[in-house]
């Protein structure tokens, strides 16, 4: 397994499915499941009955998780999907954006 592309704290951009076109934080990253947990995309209901720990039960909202095929990093110029690439810049290794070449803070 070669360095991450995606990391926590990324804005990526999501390629297909239900949520196609969002955009969203990178809350989590599951390498072993080549999965991403995403802000605000994906969401699933769960509908809770009333307990003692939540006497009032009600629909929670939680992000599930979403292949990491699914998603591509936003472009820091202009917010479009991009791949990534990795460069050597002043002996450190950096992430650059494809499309635009500009480098990936992460």
Known sequence: MGA???KKGDTVVVLSGKDKGQT???QQVMPKDGKVLVEGVNVMTRHRKPSQANPQGGI???PA???IS???IADPKDGKPTRVR???KD???VRVAVKSGETIDG
């Open 4 to 6: 991450a592309k995606i």
């Open 24 to 26: 969203g934080t990178v």
């Open 60 to 62: 929670d909202r939680i």
């Open 65 to 67: 998780p979403l292949a």
């Open 70 to 72: 699914k998603v591509a």
């Open 86 to 88: 990795f460069q050597t």
């Open 91 to 93: 002996g450190k290794k």
